[in-house]
């Protein structure tokens, strides 16, 4: 069985994701694909043979998608994400999760309310060995007090 994904947002982060089932991932094919920029993704939907959307919502309910990548912006998301759990499909989201707490928590309880575990988040740097080495040390108390942190990759 082949997994169908429906992207959203075809920015950096949503092309390495697309790049990622098309050459990495097996057991799962974008299918839809959808952004506000009609352009971006008429021209993935041609690249990746996918159908294009332009609208989140429809794409989120259409059949032709099991579950959702959000790679969109952050002011998006909750609305996304639940419209997602509405439409009983599971979702990959990129950070952040919303721009505010509050709206987070309305997403948890929200996930919580299905029964199911639908959400999983896009917040990878915990298990990258340099930031894990990072942590240590600022948990051991070696640097002294930490005024900036700035981290790139």
């Known amino acids: 069985m082949t997994v169908k994904i429906g992207l959203i947002g075809l920015g950096m982060i949503g092309q390495d994701h697309l790049k990622r089932f098309q050459n990495t991932i097996t057991g799962a094919q974008v299918t839809a694909v959808c952004d506000i920029n009609h352009t971006a993704a008429d021209a993935a939907a041609r690249e990746f043979n996918a159908t294009a959307f332009y609208d989140a919502e429809e794409m989120i309910n259409s059949e032709l998608v ?68 990072l942590k240590k040390t600022i948990d051991d108390g070696k640097p002294g007090d930490i005024l900036l942190i700035h981290c790139a990759h």
């Not at 509050?102 to 340099?130: H, N, W, Y």
């Open 66 to 133: 099991d579950a959702v990548f959000i790679c969109s912006i952050g002011p998006v998301h909750k609305t996304q994400i639940l419209a997602a759990f509405n439409a009983g499909k599971p979702v990959f989201c990129e950070k952040p999760l919303t721009p505010t707490a509050d709206e987070s928590a309305e997403i948890i309880d929200a996930e919580v309310r299905t029964g199911k575990r639908l959400l999983q988040l896009g917040f990878m740097r915990r298990f990258d060995p340099g930031y894990q080495a």
